[in-house]
């Protein structure tokens, strides 16, 4: 008389092997959706820490660039009162300062475009102007404000007053006086996409200046297309 085979117990080693391999399928992709997913927010993080900068900084330089005002840095060569210094690079001017960097007063103020550890740098320096002496604002450190950047370049507006026409130029060569208006331009060249907002601010003269020089202000000479040409 032959007997009923007994069920099965247990798993076969193609089944116990099977079951791993799945396993391990189903752990790889988990680990790889919660590290893309990290990834994700950690990077989401980066750029909105890098757009409230970028913020930041634009407000930052347009403020203190409009605020610009006539007072008498130093003395050159010749005994004239240097009121603006502008280049291609940087610009310096004397105007107030914010209160979180102040103790009062009018400050000399430079933003200059400088080669940096991680491409090129915008810079920013200050220094009292009570007891300022020429260099004082090369003792201290500067105020990084961007780096990793590709070039940027400033701008300057003028009016010919003979010819009654608006000019911008990269080197503003009338020291002892302020210009109309400054233009920032800045390539950031960034995979993320950020870009610098377009930066043009006329310098808000008070209205004694303009009285004097009998001529428009900034914001009046912006508006032309012809700039630059």
């Keep these: 008389m032959t007997l009923p085979a007994s069920p099965r117990n247990g ?10 391999t799945l396993l391990g399928l189903i752990l790889a992709a988990a680990v790889g959706g919660l590290s893309a997913s990290q990834r994700a927010s950690t990077s989401g993080e980066a750029l909105i820490q890098e757009t409230n900068q970028l913020r930041l900084t634009h407000q930052f330089v347009r403020r203190q660039l409009s605020q610009a005002q006539t007072l008498v840095i130093e003395m050159d060569f ?5 009121r603006f210094v502008g280049q291609g ?24 475009l400088e080669p940096g550890r991680r491409g090129t740098e915008l810079v920013f320096y ?3 102007l009570n007891g300022y002496e020429e260099g004082d604002i090369d ?5 990084v404000l961007l780096e990793d950047l590709r070039q940027g370049g400033f701008w300057f507006l003028g ?10 130029t990269r080197r503003w060569e009338d020291i002892t006086r302020v210009p109309l208006a400054i233009e920032l331009e800045i390539d950031m060249d960034r995979a993320n996409g950020l870009s610098w907002p377009n930066l043009i601010t006329p310098v808000h003269l008070d209205s004694e200046v303009l009285v004097r020089r009998e001529i428009r202000t900034g914001a009046d ?8 040409q």
């Design 11 to 20: 798993f076969s080693l193609v089944e116990v092997l099977l079951a791993i």
């Design 78 to 82: 010749d005994e004239n009162p240097v």
């Design 89 to 112: 690079n940087e610009v310096m001017f004397v105007g107030p300062m914010p209160g979180y960097l102040s103790y009062g007063g009018p400050y000399v103020q430079r933003f200059r």
């Design 126 to 128: 200050f220094a009292m």
């Design 139 to 143: 003792r201290e450190e500067g105020i």
């Design 159 to 168: 009016e010919d007053p003979e010819a009654d026409q608006p000019f911008w």
């Design 221 to 228: 000479l912006i508006a032309p297309a012809e700039r630059r």
